[in-house]
């Protein structure tokens, strides 16, 4: 599930149909990597960035994570008959979606808080594990590490087979990304980078455990990605991929490196083959990157028109 | 400066005597390297992580970190003239050393506040910089990162011809640290964990920029640094090495992995060519790892006697 391997004579970015996006794709890595060429940037620099949501795998109308979230209530609620009285677990559990959509964002923490502390990283780390090897996407039936963006794995196949490291950066949780990102994506776990919980490092009976704790420490979005990348990363990529205005800031500080860089935005367009949403798109809304993206060079590519396959069989 | 490359056939760790801290060094990663061996571990886990300040380098009886910002107040003083009759900075502009050693916790904040915020993260990179390349350790006469510790070089460079990659997991500056970690231990900025202070993305005159502000992002001593590796590596190490109690925790939690793992800690007893410290030395103190680290297979390296040569020529 890591993309077709980029050998030798195999054409790259298969499942990209050719036109402007897939040629920006590589004529940028062919000039980074050309010894010689004004552009060629040492490969010790070739770090490309990754939003996850939305960017590698399908978000809609919920993220995966999300929807981790539900399934945990529900699956937690016999240990907590008060949730059955208590918002924003009353609204999950009645399956009250228009309550659920309506819960302000100290609700939202409450239901992230229940489900995702009070617990050690390996504790949750298995959670997670087991959950995603069972839950399937409503619409498609089938598994969310399913429904990752084939022509996006051929990306990060063509990147990584030219000599760049490539990262997420992402506003899900980075242990939740953890626990499949390498086998998914090839993405091993001190490349993701994501939203983080305060943990607290304790001894119990003599085992040294990392406990989740419920407080916030590090939310990895919109201005928050060019510091989390310089505080994990300490370069500045020169290749960076999104999906939303969340990704603005990303784009924004990658492509205002000195010296060559690369900026793509995948605009989703296509509601037949997935999912179809922008301007309107609430959190993963994508406005600003449509109306300045091309204008600072930024490649847009379309689901609809630039992708031969979206999924993998 | 990355140590003594080791081709097949070089003696490693040439700075070391040949004793049982030499040998248990050569022993481990020969064990968890050889296919086929049951402590044999897969190189993507071949994870090691290295304290710096008293580990790598010399850090007595000053920081070098702390000899940085005693020279930053110095410079920055002609701009701030109310700072004679403000401590802590009139302590420090005094050459008063008992005040120093005696400021609490605040006013040491208020130092560090003073030097390390309000400036972008490529002007600190470049104080840094111009720092590094002039300062000179009062005792040797010599740049500090000419006074890092010739044996640990050699550790590097074994660990890293054997597959394993190489980080630092410091209480000192993040930033201030990749500005000389790749030149001189060969660990790239990615690969160094650190205390950071906290960042703030904007956009001026068009420009995007990280500012580095007054407040502390994360402290990453003691109980931390666990915490740190797991938030940037995401995978337990399996070897540690560091040289005071505040690397206690870091040694406990790589070595209580299932499976084969390192742990080591620099006892400094060599007042002749280095110094000597360790129970009763404040924040560098060694003391539980001296009286634990035995019982639980960690490695106790002498600088006296384990050690043939401190620093480089």
Known sequence: MTGVPSRAGDPALPAWRDGAAKRAILDFVARVTTVGH??????????????????????HPLPVQARFVLDRIHALAPRNPQWKHQQPFKAVLEGDVAGIMSAGMDDLAK????????????????LVRD????????????????LVYRPMLDVLA???ANGFRTFIVS????????????????????????TSIVTRYVVRDGAPQLLREAELH??????????????????????????????????????????????????????GREFAYDRDAGLARLSRGLDEGPGRGWTIASVKHDWEVVFPD
């Open 111 to 126: 239901l992230v808080m229940a489900t995702h502390a009070g617990m050690t990283t390996d504790e949750f780390a298995a």
């Open 38 to 59: 004004p552009d060629f940037v040492a490969p010790a620099d070739r770090v490309a960035v990754f939003d996850n949501d939305g960017t590698l795998w399908a978000e």
């Open 158 to 160: 063509l990147l990584r």
């Open 218 to 271: 590090f939310f990895d979005d919109k201005e928050g990605k060019p510091v989390a990348i310089n505080a994990h990363i300490g370069r500045r990529p020169i290749a960076a991929f999104g999906n939303s205005d969340g990704d603005f800031a990303m784009l924004e500080w990658v492509t205002s490196r000195p010296g060559s860089s690369f900026g793509l935005l995948v605009h989703h367009d296509d509601a």
């Open 171 to 194: 506003g899900g949780g980075i242990e939740f990304m953890r626990t499949f990102s390498e086998e998914v994506y090839g993405i091993p776990p001190e490349q993701v980078i994501g």
């Open 131 to 146: 959950w995603i090897a069972t839950a399937r996407d409503p619409r498609f039936g089938r598994l969310h590490t399913d």
